[in-house]
């Protein structure tokens, strides 16, 4: 069995954190590794430096989870966006890639779909395997 | 009494650093009646063997400027912690990396290949690399070796303050020797520089409308700049949100945006990734409910190089460190 990838969820305190509580099991990916989502107020506190401190601590990928546009009352999932975006071109210049930062938007009624979508990601990180290169 | 001993060194750094010290102007007179300067190479005759003949701690302070990229920069600031009560990282190099950490987004390899081969100016036929022994004539030449990674002073010794700044100012310079001499020194690790932000203490701040937006991102050389005006709000990113004051606000002042040589602010880890949060922020606020991704992808699109502006002077000291060499 391949090794179950080290992924870092942050997740919306007011749509995503209560469809993590509704779905059936914590755990994800092949039962082997277990999800402990960071909960944040709002997807627009999810800062940068945040998501380079995990990336940088082991992570081999992160996942910001926030509500759907037109859905968040203080519009920080825009901010979200914007911060994801240009994050992902920065991560090029450092040979990482882009698509382990991962921003996924969800209701809060979407328990099934978060399951799903968190599998995808985990699926497409453990495809890249962890972030080294020769000089790490 | 005898004065308490005082050295100056430097590694990978461009000399700006010893030129600050030099700018004390006639301070500097005030300075030697108080320490006795016994270990400068750029100004002074000493040599290696004298620092390692006087006993540890014989040093007061040791201020060290520049990265630290080959190995003989690292056995003589390892040398001089030994020998000193107090290290001090002297400017941007030492204290956050500085240019020559830019550096990080290249290896030896690649830096070799370029420099000694791939410049125009360069002749070199046989493609010689430098390398750490060679033979001439019976005899063994040797060098030091040169690090894929560039690194910051605190990464290679243990450092008890910083004194930020590419080059520091003399006014920050003279503060932190009084406050040696005084012994009026705060806690271990600070930086000796004010806990604001540029945009703080920014000449311009006045015009910093109440809620900074950038529609676009234009470069210094794209538009004619009001020299009254925030950069920010003009289009034209400054790294001063993100960035130490305690300057003087030189570039601010000659109509250039900061680039952050101060380093973060008291607590940031990475400079870079806050200089990126309120970019992202600013830019496009107006109309983001509209946005389709393909156009928020635009937007931060017109930042051609976003790792090596953000991080111009701090790469070293950013999280990441280095490119990842594949």
């Known amino acids: 069995m391949r090794e179950a990838p080290k992924i870092i969820v942050f997740c919306c305190n007011w749509s995503v954190c209560p469809g993590l509580q509704l779905s059936t099991s914590s755990t994800y990916y092949g039962d082997e590794s277990l999800v402990d989502p960071i909960v944040t107020m709002c997807s627009g506190r999810v800062s940068p430096e945040l998501i380079l401190e995990a990336l940088s601590q082991g992570a081999w990928g992160v996942l910001v989870a926030g509500c759907p546009p037109g859905e968040c009352e203080h519009n920080g999932n825009y901010k979200a966006r914007r911060r994801v975006f240009l994050l992902r071109n920065l991560l090029k210049q450092f040979n990482i890639e882009p698509e382990r930062v991962g921003l996924e938007w969800f209701s809060t009624g979407e328990s099934a779909r978060l399951r799903g979508a968190m599998n995808d990601f985990a699926d497409k990180v453990a495809e890249l395997g962890p972030i080294g290169g020769k000089d790490g | 009494m005898a004065k308490p001993k005082v050295a100056f060194y430097w590694c990978a750094s461009c000399g700006g650093c010893e030129e600050a010290v030099v700018d004390l102007a006639e301070d500097i007179l005030e300075v030697v009646r108080a320490v006795d300067i016994v270990f400068w190479p750029v100004a002074l ?239 496009g606020i107006e109309g983001e409910e509209q946005m389709t991704d393909e156009e928020v992808q635009k937007l931060v699109d017109q930042i051609p190089d976003p790792a090596g502006l953000f991080y111009m002077y701090s790469l070293p000291s950013s999280l990441l460190r280095r490119k990842i060499m594949k």
Not at chain 2, 261 to 283: E, N, T, W, Y
């Open chain 2, 45 to 283: 005759d000493f040599k290696k063997k004298d620092v390692e003949q006087m006993a540890d701690g014989e040093l007061a302070v040791s201020f060290i400027n520049g990265a630290i990229r080959t190995e003989e920069q690292e056995e003589m600031v390892k040398l001089l912690r030994r020998k000193s009560g107090l290290v001090i990282a002297f400017g941007s190099c030492a204290h956050i990396g500085g240019i020559p950490g830019l550096a990080n987004f290249w290896n030896r390899e690649t830096i070799f290949e370029r420099v000694y081969k791939g410049v125009p100016t360069m002749d070199n036929p046989k493609g010689v690399l430098p390398q750490t022994k060679t033979i001439v004539d019976g005899q063994e030449l040797t060098i030091p070796e040169f690090w894929n990674t560039v690194h910051t002073l605190d990464q290679v010794i243990p450092v008890d303050y910083y004194i930020p700044g590419c080059a520091p100012p003399p006014d920050l310079i003279m503060k932190a020797i009084n406050a040696i001499l005084e012994g009026k020194l705060p806690e271990k690790g600070a930086v000796l520089a004010p806990d604001k932000s540029l945009c703080d203490t920014c000449p311009l701040a006045d015009s910093k409308p109440e809620k900074l937006m950038m529609k676009e991102i234009k470069r210094p050389y794209e538009v004619i700049l009001d020299p009254e005006k925030c950069f920010l709000a003009q289009g034209v990113i400054c790294l001063g949100p993100a960035t130490r004051s305690g300057c003087g606000e030189r570039c601010i002042n000659a109509h250039m945006p900061c680039r952050g040589c101060f380093g973060p602010v008291k607590g940031v880890k990475d400079q870079g990734a806050r200089v990126l949060s309120f970019v992202a922020s600013i830019l």
